[in-house]
C-alpha cells in the first residue's frame, strides 16, 4: 500500500495528505487478527500507537477495553473519532508520535500498533517509549511486512524509482554514525535484541492477508491516494519533468503489481505479514 520510507529514501511522508481511508479498510482484517491475539481485553486498559483511522482501537473497545489511540496526523485523528461517534464506543484519541506518547509509565495492559510503529524514524526511541508505557505484566503487539513478499515488490519498485530520482540524501561519517539505523520489525532475532536490555523477550509469528481487485491497475489507482503515493507525487511534482517521471513511475509499478498477480482472470496476490508479541520475561 504505497511507498514505504527505508534509510536514505529523500522524500518525506506527511500522513496527513491525501486518505489512508481505503488503505484501512483493506488492512481491517490485521487489526482483527492482532486483537483477537492479545484479547481478552474487556476490562483492560489498550494503546493504539499510530492509530491511524482507529481500525485497531476501535476493535479493542468493541471488546470492552478501556482505549486510547495516539497518532501525529490530525487528520486522521479526526476520522478516527467519527468512526468512533458512529460506532457508539468511547476511545481517547490523543495526538502524539511513537517517540513521545502522551501516556504515563507502566499504565497500559497491552500496547498495539499496526503497520504504525514501524516508520519509526527512530526505532531505539520507539521501542523506549513502548516498554516505558506497558505495565509490568502487559504485552506489546506489533505488525510488520517482511521483505521479499508480495507487498514488498510494488513498494520496492517505488522506493528505486524515488531515490533514482532524487538520490539518496548526502552525509558525512559523523552524521551518519548518529543516524538511528532502520529497525528489522519483522526478525524475531532483531527485535529479540533490541527488546531485550527493558527486560523484554519477543516472539513473532507470520500471517497472510489477501488482496483483491478488478485489476492491477485499480488496485494501483486505489493505492494512489494513500499519503505515501500523495507525498511521492508531490515531489514529483517540483521537477520540471513532473509528467515524464509520473508516467514512467506508473508503468514501473504496474509492472510490479502484475508481477505478483496469482489470478489470471482478475487480480488477486497474498501478502505475508508478522505480528511480534513482546512481554517482560
Known sequence: MGIRVTEGWSVEIDWGVGSYEPTGELLAPVSEAVVELAGPLAGRTVLDVGCGTGNAALA??????????????????????????????????????????PVADQSVDVVLSVFAVIFAPDAAAAIGELTRVVAPDGRIVVTAWPPGGSMSVVNAAAEKFMSEVFGRPHTSASESAGTPKPLAWHDPEALGAAFAPYGFAVEVIRKSLVFESASAEQYLERSATHPMAVSADRALSQRPDADELRAELWSRLLAAAKSVNEDPDGYRFTADYTIATAYRS
Do not use: M, N, Y
Open 60 to 101: 479493542a473497545a468493541a471488546r470492552g477495553a478501556v482505549v486510547t489511540g495516539v497518532d501525529p496526523a490530525s487528520r486522521l485523528l479526526a476520522v478516527a473519532r467519527e468512526r468512533a461517534a458512529a460506532q457508539k464506543l468511547t476511545v481517547d484519541f490523543l495526538a502524539g508520535d511513537a517517540a513521545s506518547l
